[in-house]
């Protein structure tokens, strides 16, 4: 039985959700008609309205690739030239004894380095170094000796003496010394004796006793008070007369 053209509609075939490898597609083609494998179904660039764009936009992503890679070999170059290292170095120091004293940084300095006395920074650690700041005196800069330095701090205190008629009930702790500035714990009487010299390195301490003393005896009457003069100087002394070593953190935060 022959089949009529008008029996066959395409529209009557079964629907597919999509084409896979191992499905077919039926193509004409001069010899006759054929079936392909869809795996083996190839659209090249020359039929399709997209290749012209998209040889030109792979064009343009080459040359970007080439111009960013050039650029960041000029940056590394750039960078590599201009780099400069990091040097960090720390010490703790002391003034236990005298005006001066030597310590080194850690770590060591490299040779690159360049130490001067404006390179280091200078903090307080306690009370002592707050009162008595130091100031770098010496840097080493030889091959053995790099990185190590020295400080000096200008160690003063301000003395009093009061010298006249001063009787012989004003009495002094240690923070009061009697002609030669010697301390005492229990505190010194004066014998009676008449124009001697009290000094102090407390000045406050000083003149509350000096006005208790004439407050005590002189509240009524004035006699007998005499001639009492005070002076104050100021006097270099070392760290071994105060009560706490001055101690300082130093660093020194350098590039090269």
Same mark, same amino acid.
């Given at each position: 039985m @022959?089949?009529?053209?008008?029996? =066959? ?7 597919? &959700?999509?084409?896979?490898a191992?499905?077919y597609l039926v193509?004409?083609t001069?010899d +006759?008609?054929?079936i392909i494998?869809?795996?083996?179904? #190839?659209?090249?660039? &020359?039929?399709t309205t ?7 936009l ?7 690739a080439q111009? =960013?890679a050039t !650029?960041?070999?000029?940056?590394s170059?750039d960078?590599y030239e201009?780099?400069?290292? /990091?040097?960090? +170095?720390?010490?703790? #120091?002391t003034?236990d004894?005298g005006h001066t004293?030597?310590s080194?940084l850690s770590?060591r ?5 360049e130490? !001067?006395?404006?390179d280091?920074i ?7 170094a707050c009162?008595?700041?130091?100031? =770098?005196?010496?840097?080493? $800069?030889s091959?053995?000796?790099r990185g190590t ?6 160690i003063k205190?301000i003395a ?5 008629q001063?009787?012989s009930?004003l009495?002094?702790?240690?923070s009061?010394?009697?002609? $030669?500035?010697f301390?005492s714990?229990? +505190?010194i009487?004066?014998?009676? $004796?008449m ?7 407390? /000045?406050?301490y000083?003149f ?5 003393y004439?407050?005590d005896k002189? !509240?009524?009457?004035?006699?007998n008070?005499g001639?009492?003069s005070?002076?104050?100087? &100021?006097?270099?002394?070392? @760290?071994?007369? /105060?009560?706490?070593?001055? !101690?300082y /953190? =130093?660093?020194?935060v350098?590039?090269?």
């Open positions: @022959a089949i009529k053209k008008t029996d =066959i509609n395409i529209l009557d075939l079964p629907l597919v &959700e999509n084409v896979a191992g499905d193509v004409e001069p +006759g008609t054929s494998d869809y795996e083996n179904f #190839i659209i090249g660039p &020359e039929n997209l290749s012209v764009t998209v040889s030109s792979t064009n343009d992503v080459l040359d970007l111009n =960013i !650029s960041i070999d000029n940056l170059t960078i201009n780099f400069k290292q /990091l040097y960090i +170095g720390t010490a703790e #120091i003034i004894s004293a030597t080194y770590p300095p490299p040779a690159e380095v130490l !001067s006395f404006n280091f200078i903090v307080p650690s306690n009370q002592a009162k008595y700041p130091c100031y =770098i005196t010496q840097v080493d $800069t091959e053995d000796g330095f020295s400080v000096y701090a200008p205190k009093a003496a009061a010298a006249g001063i009787e009930d009495i002094i702790d240690n009061v010394a009697y002609n $030669t500035y301390n714990s229990n +505190g009487n004066f014998a009676d $004796t124009n001697q010299i009290v000094s102090s390195f407390n /000045l406050e000083f509350n006793q000096l006005d208790r004439l407050l002189y !509240s009524v009457s004035t006699d008070i001639n009492v005070i002076q104050t100087d &100021e006097l270099d002394i070392v @760290a071994e007369d /105060l009560e706490q070593a001055p !101690s /953190l =130093i660093k020194v350098k590039t090269y």
